[in-house]
């Protein structure tokens, strides 16, 4: 027995969703990026500038690697980033290997151990 045209384009179009789905979540998982802030050298006195040459972009992952207690990051705004402050209350994450998702504005990271963002601890992105 024939099955009812209806149903036949139902199975189409649902087929045709689920395809553009896969190739959806495919084409986003190859454009977004993982990238260890600071390259080799990870989470480092110095790093600022590193960003500069870099195609990050939102949805990307931002990788900060560093010896746990040695440093830390924190996620500041522009003021933050060019005085060096630290926000009060603001989270401060110090596992060593800390991912943040890009979001899709600018993004301000820095160490907020004393000193240590005077040393190059900090990071805007995109630069420009
Ligand atoms: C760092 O964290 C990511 C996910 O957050 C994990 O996949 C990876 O294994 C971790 N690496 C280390 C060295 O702990
Ligand atoms: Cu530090």
């Known amino acids: 027995m024939a099955r009812p045209i209806i149903g036949s384009l139902s199975s189409?179009?649902?087929?045709?969703?689920?395809?553009w789905s896969i190739g959806t979540i495919a084409v986003?998982?190859?454009?977004?990026?993982?990238?260890?802030?600071?390259g080799d050298k990870g989470w480092s006195f110095g790093v600022a500038g590193w960003e500069n040459d870099k195609p990050i972009q939102a949805g990307d992952m931002l990788?900060?690697?560093y010896k746990p207690?040695?440093?830390?990051?924190?996620v500041v705004d522009v003021v933050?980033?060019?005085e060096c402050k630290v926000p009060d209350g603001a989270k401060v994450y110090s596992t060593g290997n800390d991912s943040f998702?890009?979001?899709g504005g600018k993004a301000y990271y820095i160490c907020s151990?004393?000193?240590?963002c005077?040393?190059?601890?900090?990071?805007?992105?995109?630069?420009r």
């Open 118 to 127: 005077e040393k190059g601890m900090r990071i805007g992105i995109p630069p």
């Open 63 to 65: 990788v900060f690697k």
């Open 80 to 82: 933050g980033y060019m």
């Open 113 to 116: 151990i004393p000193g240590h």
């Open 28 to 38: 986003r998982g190859y454009n977004t990026r993982k990238w260890t802030v600071g």
């Open 101 to 103: 998702e890009m979001p």
């Open 69 to 74: 207690g040695a440093h830390n990051v924190v």
């Open 12 to 19: 189409i179009v649902l087929v045709l969703i689920l395809a």
